[in-house]
């Protein structure tokens, strides 16, 4: 989870939303990515969808069977797809997403019974630097657009 932060760090520091994700197949980072939908005008340019293709590049598949992705905040519906395609056999998350969870919060993607790939979910972990990390980018941004707003009516 530490890589991923990093990851999410840096993509904050680029002006995306602050999400990092890395790709671990026994125990060695084979993928890895940071938000960066702004950069690439993409809006699949999510970190764990990056991760997967930096993975699957690697790897040479776009099957990632025995691996773990590991991601700050808990991957959105799109992300799940991209997931279980890939076959992913674990998931570990830091912090929820009321919004768009798709892991737990808002819905559950992984738990439905009628899709034909499942892996196994673990949230939580790291939770609260996780949190922290976004907390802190939409804090930030929130006091620029208050401060952009008064510089218009000065």
Do not use: W
């Amino acid at each position: 989870m530490q890589a991923a932060l990093e990851l999410a760090r840096a993509a904050g520091e680029r002006g995306e939303v602050p999400v990092g994700a890395v790709l671990v197949r026994e125990g060695v980072i084979v993928g890895q990515g940071a938000n960066a939908p702004v950069a690439l005008r993409d809006p699949t340019a999510h970190a764990e969808i990056l991760a997967l293709r930096d993975a699957a590049q690697r790897v040479g598949n776009y099957r990632l069977p025995d691996s773990t992705l590991y991601v700050t905040l808990e991957p959105c519906a799109m992300c799940v797809g991209a997931i279980l395609h890939a076959r992913v056999a674990r998931v570990v998350f830091g912090a929820a997403d009321p919004k768009t969870g798709a892991a737990g919060s808002v819905l559950n993607l992984f738990a439905e019974p009628r899709l034909n790939h499942h892996a196994l979910l673990q949230g939580g972990v790291m939770a609260e630097t996780c949190g922290a990390l976004l907390s802190a980018f939409f804090a930030q941004r929130r006091q620029q657009r208050k401060m952009e707003e008064g510089e218009k009516t000065a």
